[in-house]
């Protein structure tokens, strides 16, 4: 987590480390500022996320956001990078809606199931 502004947290591997691991990889990226709950947060809200998928097992690898207050999002970040939770079973945990946090869905829907 690094506290500038915009605000940038990440957790897990980048693309480039994830592939120098040998990892199959698929990376998804999404507009933190398209996101219902940022009109909410700020006027303007700018910001945006990544996530790196190991494509043989189905898991996130790595996770980056960059944007005003991201650092509310990380946490929930660590827990799918950390505990290896399939990408299935992240679509049972639908984020508060309207939120940033709603990201997630976004995400998991630019991924597909």
């Not at 690094?2 to 990440?10: D, L, M, R």
């Not at 509310?72 to 508060?96: F, G, N, Q, Y």
Request: aromatic fraction near 8%; include cysteine.
């Amino acid at each position: 987590m690094v506290f500038t502004e915009p605000e940038i947290a990440s957790v897990g591997l980048t693309a480039a480390a994830a592939v120098a691991a040998g990892l199959r990889t698929r990376v998804v990226y999404h507009d933190l500022g398209a996101v219902a709950g940022s009109a909410l947060h700020a006027d303007g809200y700018r910001g945006h996320a990544r996530m790196v998928v190991d494509e043989d097992r189905k898991v996130i690898v790595g996770f980056t956001l960059a944007g005003p207050d991201v650092a509310e999002l990380l946490h929930a970040a660590t827990i799918a990078v950390a505990c290896e939770v399939p990408l299935d079973r992240l679509w049972h945990a639908v984020p508060a809606f309207p939120t940033v946090s709603e990201v997630w869905l976004r995400l998991l829907e630019a991924y597909g199931r």
